[in-house]
């Protein structure tokens, strides 16, 4: 049975009340992301639509990626916003293409005036990147759903855009750097997954359902967090003796709430080793980006 996209869009619209909004879609060329195009073609008006395309400039023939986007842009009358990579990073290259790609992306945005910027973010996508994250060390935050405000598309299968894009007719690009598993989550998609659905044949819905839970275990332990320390997490200062008595769930979020940037969980463990056993005098640790100091029985940052 074939999945009405188009009125999984209408309800998306409706729920992050963005009806009458002008949007930015991230659009690659793949085939997910020329499913989104069209379906959102086809319920929003064009004057309120915008497409940004981000050539990584990693292949010989990228730049008919770009070419193919806009044509498609151009002959639905939608605004097309390009750019390109000069350089490549020598390390972290995944982690530099997404730092790249959100600071032109919201670059596009606020050049078009965009109240939001869509993804084709998948419920396939969602699988790889709840096992990359759990290779990695993740809590409930980590294992919770990707922003789905943002991600019209998030609980649905990538069979399912495949299906969609085949009984329209539709055109996409293949990037033959996805088949490259020198990347992690191309390993993930192309030689793990196949694997886990001879065990679990509908991995999608299990994930799906295991995120929701995730995100629940999250928010509780937020609320939990913020009734108990709200003040503590304010003022940035916390009796050490109170945040050895908080439950070991609290003790890790207040430290990954404290931080500037997300700690692995090595620097949580580390961290916590040290404050548990009520380290004396002046003494100091760095979590995340954040100093952490302890003096006459406080902890500060």
């Known amino acids: 049975m074939s999945i009405d996209l188009e009125k999984i869009f209408q309800t998306f619209l409706q729920q992050q009340n963005l009806e009458g909004e002008k949007l930015l879609l991230m659009i690659s060329g793949g085939v997910?992301?020329?499913?989104?195009?069209?379906?959102?073609?086809q319920v929003v008006a064009p004057e309120l639509l915008s497409v940004f395309h981000l050539d990584h400039n990693t292949r010989v023939n990228s730049t008919n990626d770009s070419l193919f986007v806009q044509n498609i842009c151009s002959?639905?009358?939608?605004?097309?916003?390009?750019?390109?990579?000069?350089?490549?990073?020598?390390?972290?290259?995944?982690?530099?293409?997404?730092?790249?790609?959100?600071?032109?992306?919201?670059?596009?945005?606020?050049?078009?005036?965009?109240?939001k910027i869509l993804t084709a973010h998948h419920a396939t996508d969602l699988v790889e990147t709840m096992i990359f994250r759990l290779t990695k060390g993740a809590g409930p935050s980590g294992l919770s759903p990707f922003d789905n405000s943002i991600k019209p598309f998030w609980n649905i299968h990538k069979q399912a855009l495949i299906n969609y894009a085949k009984q329209h007719q539709l055109e996409w690009q293949e990037d033959s750097s996805n088949f490259n598993t020198k990347f992690e989550r191309n390993l993930i998609r192309l030689e793990i997954l196949p694997v886990l659905k001879k065990i679990t044949p509908n991995l999608e819905q299990v994930f799906v359902r295991e995120a929701k839970t995730f995100s629940q275990?999250?928010?509780?332990?937020?609320?939990?967090?913020?009734?108990?320390?709200?003040?503590?997490?304010?003022?940035k200062i916390i009796a050490l003796e109170k945040f050895i008595n908080l439950h070991p769930t609290l003790q890790n979020e207040l430290l990954r709430t404290i931080a500037t940037k997300t700690p692995s969980q090595s620097e949580l463990e580390d961290c916590l080793k040290w404050l548990l056993h009520n380290p004396r005098g002046n003494s100091q640790k760095n979590i995340g980006g954040t100093n952490l100091k302890i003096k006459s029985g406080t902890l500060t940052w």
């Open 75 to 115: 002959k639905n009358n939608i605004k097309f916003y390009g750019e390109k990579l000069d350089t490549q990073p020598e390390k972290n290259i995944e982690a530099s293409w997404r730092s790249e790609r959100k600071r032109l992306t919201l670059k596009a945005a606020s050049n078009f005036g965009a109240t």
């Open 32 to 41: 997910d992301s020329m499913v989104l195009l069209h379906v959102v073609a």
């Open 217 to 235: 275990l999250q928010n509780f332990v937020e609320t939990q967090l913020q009734t108990l320390c709200s003040l503590e997490i304010e003022q």
